[in-house]
């Protein structure tokens, strides 16, 4: 494979990002959440990019000492190649610029990949949102929040 290139994400990268979305999500998040997002002075979004085209990203707030990862994906063509652990690694690059201290995040009960890619990084299983998630039949599903430490 190509060498993944980790990138800010702009504007450009959008319709390229909704791809990635849609083939990974139940609920795909819409163009205009992704256009706040890119003006949002609290947020940084990562794209992995092969050959010049996006096949995954991650998105990162960060606030005070705290950085929330709000979302990541990798297109499924993609997927266990470790494109998402590259996203992860340049995430504790940001946060060392912003001196973070805490990483964390929520995610479906169900998801078993997501959790063991966090886990792999040392993240812990914190408390469970009940219902948190809303699925395409109506149906609730319980969020994980997940949680690490860092020391700089
Ligand atoms: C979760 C996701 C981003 C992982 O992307 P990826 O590029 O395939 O992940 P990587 O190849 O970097 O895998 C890293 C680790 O995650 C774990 N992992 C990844 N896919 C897995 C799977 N299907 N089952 C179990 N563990 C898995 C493994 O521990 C793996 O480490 P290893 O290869 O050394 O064993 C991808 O599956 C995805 O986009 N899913 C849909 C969107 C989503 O659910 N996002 C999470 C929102 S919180």
């Known amino acids: 494979m190509e060498k993944i290139k980790i990138e800010k994400m702009t504007l450009d990268d959008i319709d390229e990002v909704l791809e990635v979305c849609k083939n990974s999500f ?3 998040w819409s163009r205009k959440s992704f256009e706040e997002e890119m003006s949002n002075m609290l947020a940084t979004y990562l794209v992995a990019k ?16 705290e950085c ?5 994906a990798v297109h499924n063509e993609y997927r266990n190649k470790h494109i998402a652990t590259e996203l992860v690694n340049a995430m504790f ?12 995040l929520e ?6 990949a997501a959790k063991e890619l966090y886990k ?3 993240f812990k299983e914190d408390v469970v949102r009940k219902d948190y998630y809303k ?3 109506n149906t609730r599903e319980d ?10």
């Open 68 to 72: 929330h990862i709000t979302n990541i």
């Open 120 to 122: 792999k990084f040392g």
């Open 107 to 112: 995610v479906r009960s169900s998801n078993v």
């Open 26 to 28: 139940p609920i795909p």
């Open 50 to 65: 092969l050959d010049d085209k996006v096949v995954g990203f991650i998105g990162l707030w960060f606030v005070m000492d």
């Open 143 to 152: 969020a994980i929040v997940m949680s690490l430490e860092i020391r700089n």
């Open 135 to 137: 699925n395409p039949d």
């Open 93 to 104: 690059e940001y946060c060392k610029e912003h001196e973070t201290s805490y990483v964390l």
